[in-house]
């Protein structure tokens, strides 16, 4: 018995078929859109290539691809939908639908891995940022290294621009040395005394860089002696809130990145749905026609399905269809190797045909 | 005849059609001047609070109603269009065509003068500006006054965003007071001293808000004790370029919006020129089908024109008729052919007293 069986008389049959040229066009728009929003992940993550430790490229790349094939399969299958209204045409056509329905299927597939893959880049990205942040960081004061001149910048425009500071928070800015020692007064007793009283010999302050204030705060920004209530005037620094940014970058990038990342995956599994219904009125389509051609008369009602068989059935069949591939390699069924007979004919000495 | 031209049956549906396409594309762009409008407005009104109050929203307002009075005239054109190109309904239209021209020729001239405002309006921007930061730099401190608690924050906002510092320069920061008393320690003796120095019992110092440090600058920010070399390592006031904005945020803002007005005012006069182009087809279509209504013939050819005589006889009969117009309202003592006025006779007639019948005159 077949799945899902649907009859069709002939205006029936060339309705679905113009709804399916319609509909395949629509769908190399959102072909078009599929790779565009892949275009737009691409650049997002380009443009804070600095502060990922490592390349977050296979999310975009799908999107991409699977838009440009998109754009491909569904035009030609516009074409192939155009022509069947016209039974002549869909002859040229009839060798290639069902390759075509099984490439389209498995092409489908990819756009819903696409999609999931959307939602599970966040542990990815986590990792990745958590590594480039802390990088940045200690390299912020390196800024008369080659390769690393523009981590400074980069950094205090993200700090300002995401309203965060530090990689957890701003305490991250106390563990590292970010100001150069080409502005450290060497001969300073106090800056010695600093270099010297920790293992790695650098210089660590109870500071933060200028862009971690918070331009919410009432009072101008008290960046440098932050825990030191007595160093600034009516300040306690337990109760400060409103002084620095108090967001970790991570954090901020992170939830930056995974409002996009679901905004992009919705309309990838909105534009699946679109596509799988597309491709089931294609198979509906194919099944008819095929079985007008098998009737032999060109305007009759004929049935469409989606297996002809059940699933259970189908799978079988294609089981073994695929183990059989297989089998074609080794010796037994081939009739053309030629095999003497080896059975005892005594009379005629005639081969067994 | 000013510009004429000959229309054929076959060139007059042309023309109409046309038109009637023409004119629905200027009703996009009405919608886009009345866009363009609204978002000068809504930018301007984004940095109100940086801005001195001056007449600088009659721009956008200008804008927004020759915007909307563009879609209302555009649509009424097209419809009219439409209907030219068969001559039994032109005949509803005829008599409100020439009105409609003469408002359309007054709009498309408020539009001129809507795009060229546009570049009038640098003078009172940079005058605005200038009052109006130099405010807000006075009041950056005063974070506890209700209606100025957000300056604080706009300002810093602006110094980020345009990459600018103070008014035309990070040294204004050193002339006003811009940090509260609140936070300053009145029992010490350097604040205090500091207060004294200056008239105003102001606490001045030669330092700026953290908003005005330079990004690009390979040093960690020096905001504090700016012209004092010694108080930094490494550090000379007088050779550092890249510590702080160089730019002044009045200077930042007038290019911001100066860049701004000179687009809109450049997008509002290649609209001018096509409102103008689509209301000469307009005048062509009207004279040419009034032609052929006097003709009596709707296949014949006809002529269109701009003006039916020249320049200065057009003026010069538009004006008396202006002047007719101030007359009217007089009463006329002799009733020179108004049959209203019931007026005795007091002429003399002859004998029998019976005034003359008038003579009747050979058409």
Redesign the interface.
Known sequence: MAVLKVTFTKTNRDKLAQVLWVLNCVSVVTGVTLFSLGLFLKVEIEKRRELMSKEIDSVPNMLISVGLIACAVNFLGGKICYDCVDTTKFLRWKLLMLPYIICTFFFTFCILVGALMCYSMRNDLEESLFQGLRDAMRYYKDTDMPGRCYIKRTMDMLQMQFQCCGNGGYRDWFHIQWISNRYLDMTNSEVVDRLQSNVEGKYLIDGVPFSCCNIHSSRPCIQHQITNNSANYNYDYQTEELNLNRKGCRHALLDHYTDIMQSIGLIVLTIWLFEVSVLTGVRYLQTAMENVLRFGDPDSESDGWILENSIADTARYNFNIIKNLGKCYQVDDDPNIDVPSTSQQPHENVPAS | AVLPVKFTKAKRDKLAQLLWVLNWVSVVTGIILFSLGVFLKVEINKRQDLMAERQLQSVPNMLIAVGLIACGINFLGGKICYDCVDTSKFLRWKLVMLPYIICTFFFTLSILVGGLMCYSLHGQLEESLTLGLHDAMRYYKD??TPGR?FL??TV??MQ?QFQCCGNEGHRDWFQIQ???N????MSRPKGVDRLRSNVEGKYLMDGV???C?N??S????I?YQITNDSA???YDYQTEELNLWIRGCRQALLDYYTDILHSVGLTVLIIWLFELSVLMGVRYLQTALENVWRRGDPECESEGWLLETSFVATARTNFNIIKNLGKFNQINTASNGDPNIDRPSTAHYGPDKVPPKSIPIAS
């Open positions: 974070t506890d608690c604080k924050r810093d906002l980020i811009w940090i509260s609140r936070y300053l320690d808000p953290f908003s440090c990004v690009n390979p040093r960690p920010c905001q930094h390592f490494n």
